[in-house]
Every structure is written in C-alpha cells, then in structure tokens.
C-alpha cells in the first residue's frame, strides 16, 4: 500500500511538472509569430490601406463635380431697386478623367505595395527560420561537446588507476584535465552564441521569457540529403521583389496614358430657377446652361510630361532586367554552395567515420600500454572537431537552402523542413 502510494505521488508530480512546462515552438508556428510580431508588416498594411485610399480618391476624378448655389442679390437703380434670388445646381465632369481611366495607375500602386509587402514578409520568414535552425543547430553542437566531455571524465578515471598502479604517470592525468576543461570552455562559448541567438528570435517573436523559449527539433541531417533544387528563370516567377517591378512599370504606363485625359475637354452643366423682382422684368424663371471647357495652349506641358513618363517606364523596365539578372545570379550562387557543401559533408562523413575507429584503437593501444595518452587525446580531439565541424556545415547548408527558398517564395517548402 506504502508503494502504490508513493508511485501515485510520484507521477503527479511528474505531471504537474510536464504540465507546468512551457509548449515547444513548432517552425511553423515560429513564422507565424514572426509575421504577427512585425512592425515592418503592420507598417506596410497601413501603406497599403492608404494607397487604396488615395486609390479612391484618384478614380472619383471620373466622376462628374456637383455643385450648388443659393445666393441673393440687390440692385440699387435710379430711380428704383429690387433684388433677385436664385437657386442652382451646376456640374463639372472630367471627359478626360473619365475615358483614360485615371484610377487604374492608383489601383496597380495598391498591387505594387502588396508585393512590397510580400518580399518584406519573406524576409520575416528568412530571418526567424534561420535562427530557429541555427539555436538547435549550437544546441547540437553543445551536446556533442557535453558527450565527449563524459567520454574524457571516463577517462580520467582510467588514468587516475593505472597512475596509482603505477602503470601510468600524472602526467597522463593531468592531460586529460586539461583536455576536459578546454572542452568546458567550448561549451560555455556555444552557450553564450545560443543565449544571444535565442534571445534574437525571442524578440524576433515578441516571447517575453527567454528561457521558456523551446523548439521543436528539426532533422538537419535528413535535410541536408534532400536533393538540391535547380536553378531556372522560370522559378522567379514568384519572386515578388522582381513582380514589384514589373508592377511598376505597369503603373507608369497606365500614367502615361492618363496625361492624355488633361487634353480632353471638361463638360459644364447647370441649371436653376432665379425669382427676379425687378419690376420692369418679366418675372421669375428657369434657367439651364451647358458647354464645354477645352484646353488650348499650355506650353508643350503634355508633351513634355509624356516624354518624361516614357523615360521613367524605359528607366523601370532596366531596372527590372537588372534585379532579374542579379537574382539569377544569386541563385546560381547559392546552388554551387549547395552542391559544393553537400561534397564536403560526404567527405566529412567519411572523415567521422576513420576517426572513429581510431579513437577506438586509439584507447585499446593506451590500455595496452602500447601509444601515449596525447595519442588518445589527439584521437578525442580530431573526432570531436570532425563532428561540429559536420553540425556546422548542415547549419550552412541549411542556411542556403533557406535562402534558396526565399528568393524563389516556396514557404511551403520552408514550412515542410520541419517533416523532412
């Protein structure tokens, strides 16, 4: 009874443990969180809320000006006076306005911002998924040096032995304590970097406690075997830094026409009933007028500003070519770092595994007398270096991967490294 007692207690305890412990952070909701925590994306929905604004604003200009007057006048006539009062409604439409359609080059600057929006939110994405990565990444890196350390203190045990055997001196001891303390430092240089990192991407967040900060582990190594994604003009259609451009251009186009609307002429309607008391007159009246307003000569100011408009199309379409040509060339750049660094992981692995053996040999030999403890120490070494230095270039690799990614806008494919 005293048992199943004391085994009741223990696993609510450890309940309420798991319970009281903070939530691990998948990728997915780690964008996610990213995206909401952005000052830079609210900024660009006001941008956009107020270009649609000035959208509005643009395309009433088609929509005829609507006036009115209510007015009352007296005349002082020898050898009389009267007054007259009147109420009229008069309209101003813009034909011009109306037939080149001026709104459209406001309503393509609202799909110019959302684009612009879009790059910034994939840089959001860019940002906090690679120091996601790059937290779990030294976490690994600590745990392989909190590995090899257990490994040295077994070690010590061993020399301390055969020294009070008589087999080995001190020195052999001495040597592993100073290998084991030089690893401890290691470890606490890591855990600085992955303090300040997890720090960034808790801010990054909006996380108010760093140290409630857990991640949900991703299988680097298994992304680092997916195959290397090929480079193609093709796969910018989706770019939205490039789409942008192009919506640019499209917009300045649509204002070139529109400096055509200042040419046609503006139509005048109106009409109104006047109560005329001047006694001679033959009373009150309606009245209704229209006509026309035509422009006649400003100065070549149209000429001029479609000259102007056309340059800055030419100037857009340029730049267009050149962010095209400079993303082709990132990612061509990317791509060799991808393949050249899947080449130095094969021979890494290679690497990892010979060192391995020799460790193994290395420890029989010193056990048997037969190599020295920096033998086995310098066998510790290499395989410990060889491993982070293999934690480091996954973290490269998945670094490019990520950027490949984000130029080419495949958060899908982002998202889906936390399945791999």
């Known amino acids: 009874m005293q048992r199943l007692l004391i085994l009741l207690i223990a696993s609510g305890w450890g309940f309420v443990l798991y319970a009281q412990s903070p939530p691990l952070l998948t990728l997915k909701d780690c964008i996610h969180r990213a995206e909401q925590n952005s000052y830079k994306l609210q900024s660009d929905d006001y941008l956009i809320a107020a270009t649609a604004d000035q959208a509005s604003l643009t395309k009433s200009q088609a929509i005829p000006r609507i006036g009115g007057d209510l007015a009352m006048e007296n005349r002082f006539l ?24 001026t709104g459209r080059s406001a309503m393509q600057d609202i799909e110019t911002r959302k684009l612009e929006k879009e790059q910034n939110r994939l840089n959001v994405i860019g940002r906090s998924t690679s120091l996601y990565i790059s937290v779990l990444q030294v976490k690994k890196q600590i745990e392989i040096l909190v590995v090899r350390i257990g490994f040295l203190q077994h070690h010590r045990e061993l020399t301390q032995g055969m020294w009070k055997a008589g087999i080995r001196t001190r020195l052999d001891v001495l040597q592993t304590e100073s290998e084991m303390v030089k690893l401890q430092e290691d470890t606490a240089r890591l855990a600085i970097v992955r303090k300040n990192l997890r720090g960034e991407l808790a801010r990054l967040l909006g996380w108010q406690n760093t140290d409630s900060l857990r991640l949900t582990p991703l299988q680097v190594a298994a992304i680092t075997k997916s195959p290397i994604p090929r480079v193609s003009l093709e796969i910018l259609a989706d770019n939205p830094l490039l789409a942008s451009y192009n919506s640019r251009v499209k917009a300045q186009q649509y204002r070139t026409n529109e400096i055509i609307a200042s040419q046609i002429p503006h139509v005048l309607l109106g009409g109104g009933y006047f109560a005329d008391g001047d006694p001679t007159g033959d009373g009150n009246y309606w009245r209704i007028n229209a006509g026309i307003t035509i422009p006649i000569y400003y100065g070549h100011e149209s000429v001029y500003k479609k000259q102007g408009s056309e340059a800055l199309v030419q100037s857009l379409n340029a730049q267009e070519k050149e962010i095209e040509r400079e993303l082709m060339i990132h990612l061509a750049k990317v791509y060799e770092r991808l393949v050249n660094l899947k080449g130095v992981l094969d021979l ?63 958060v899908d494919k982002i998202i889906a490294l936390e399945n791999e």
């Open 348 to 410: 890494q692995n290679k690497r990892q595994s010979i060192t391995g053996q020799a460790v193994s040999f290395a420890e029989i030999n010193y056990k048997a007398g037969i190599s020295t403890n920096l033998d086995y120490l310098s066998a510790q070494q290499r395989l410990t270096s060889t491993q982070l230095a293999i934690e480091e270039t996954r973290l490269q690799y998945t670094m490019n991967l990520i950027e490949f990614y984000v130029t080419t806008n495949q």
């Open 78 to 101: 020898q050898p009389y006076y009267f007054n007259q009062i009147w109420a009229s409604v008069h309209a101003d439409w813009s034909l011009g306005d109306f037939i080149q359609k």
